[in-house]
């Protein structure tokens, strides 16, 4: 009985005037000792019990083979099960679903014989659920400043020096 081991009870017994502090640390002791007595396991107990447990265990790797038992071939399933979803986690068919979202995708997924390919499957998951996917990579465009540049730079030739100089009133006011 764990339960006799409670603040309610220790409360009781040291409130209790009529007991010397003589009595009430044997009460506690004594208390804390059923405690013990109740829930307590002792060594060689658990050693028996574990003993126990491995000849159970070896009584039945005796009978069969343990791959043939209906456990095994469960964990051996959700084993398989596991591998598929990692596998298809870095698979390149996934490779455009947000992370935080690729367990719901691929429980969308039907991976029975006769379904339709996952290529497929995935375009109609797109169309329903798009903040699934990351969004298609469009082209960058890089901000343009000003107009385009169009034209060449000046040669330098007569034609430019006599510009130059008409622009800037040099003498070559009519004489053109």
């Not at 329903?128 to 969004?135: G, L, Q, S």
């Not at 343009?144 to 060449?152: K, M, N």
Request: charged residues 30%; without cysteine.
């Amino acid at each position: 009985m764990a339960g006799i081991f409670t603040r309610k009870a220790i409360a009781a017994i040291l409130n209790d005037e009529a007991l010397s502090p003589e009595e009430r640390a044997d009460q506690l002791f004594g208390l804390y000792g059923r405690a013990l007595e109740d829930g307590y396991v002792t060594r060689s107990a658990a050693q028996a019990a574990a003993l126990a447990a491995a000849e159970e265990a070896k009584a039945q790797v005796a009978m069969g083979d343990v791959r043939e038992s209906p456990e095994y071939r469960e964990l051996q399933e959700r084993f398989d099960a596991y591998q598929a979803r990692q596998d298809a986690r870095v698979s390149g068919a996934f490779a455009d679903v947000k992370p935080k979202f690729f367990d719901a995708v691929y429980d969308l997924v039907d991976r029975s014989e006769g379904a339709i390919p996952l290529e497929e499957q995935l375009a109609a998951i797109r169309e329903r659920f798009e903040e699934y996917f990351i969004a298609p990579r469009q082209e960058a465009r890089l901000p343009r400043f000003g107009a385009p540049t169009v034209g060449s730079m000046p040669r330098g030739g007569t034609g430019a020096a006599r510009e130059f100089a008409r622009a800037w009133d040099f003498g070559f006011r009519n004489n053109d």
